[in-house]
């Protein structure tokens, strides 16, 4: 990935809520017919591990021991150049996209043992569902349902090696550029452009 200094995230309290907010992540490994991915919600297990869960039939199912990467996505979107005071002065302003992502390194190992897959069903569910007026329990559903669907997955762990973290938030501007990015996105009110400016806001206060 490429990473300027000045968009690399390394707080790991920042990292971890990236993750634990936005858990549908990325898996990209080669397998063997070349380079493919698979998209899935990821569990962060401590420090050290990613928890998840696939299709019998997914290739992924097959290659235990492969090195894989994992991008985790957070909120991203547009920025204008006219939401630069600087633009207002010198016009010497482009458009860009700001994101914020981060990149697990790690070695996969394919689990099939049913109670640890039951235990993990039961742990996504619950974190899931907690919003819900009634949360639904994987208890809530016949034991024989819940045994036949367990034995067409196989469980995902994810041995974390290295993390990566690149929020890019207008750093490389000035604050009043700063500024005027957050007021322009709460301005704006699209898709994530809240969460965004909520980045942003959280970074600057960081700052003081």
Do not use: C
């Amino acid at each position: 990935m490429y990473l300027p200094p000045y968009f690399k995230e390394t707080d790991a309290a920042r990292l971890d809520a990236l993750m634990r907010d936005y858990p549908f992540a990325t898996v990209i490994v080669h397998g063997e017919e070349g380079i493919v991915a698979n998209h899935m919600p990821l569990e962060r297990v401590g420090d050290t591990q990613l928890h998840g869960h696939v299709a019998r039939s997914n290739e992924l199912a097959k290659l235990d021991g492969a090195e894989v990467l994992v991008i985790f996505r957070g909120p991203d979107g547009y920025v204008s150049p006219n939401w630069y005071p600087s633009k207002q002065e010198t016009h010497r302003e482009v458009p860009t996209w700001n994101y914020a992502v981060v990149h697990v390194h790690g070695r996969l190992r394919v689990v099939n043992d049913a109670g640890w897959l039951r235990t993990l069903l039961e742990r996504l569910t619950d974190r899931h569902e907690a919003s819900q007026p009634r949360p639904w329990h994987v208890s809530d559903a016949p034991e024989d349902h819940i045994e036949k669907s367990l034995r067409g997955i196989a469980g995902i762990e994810i041995a974390i090696e290295r993390i990566e973290g690149k929020f890019k938030l207008s750093q490389n501007h000035p604050t009043a550029n700063r500024q005027g990015v957050i007021a322009g996105l709460h301005q704006r009110a699209g898709r994530g452009d809240a969460d965004l400016a909520a980045l942003m806001t959280q970074l600057e206060e960081g700052r003081a």
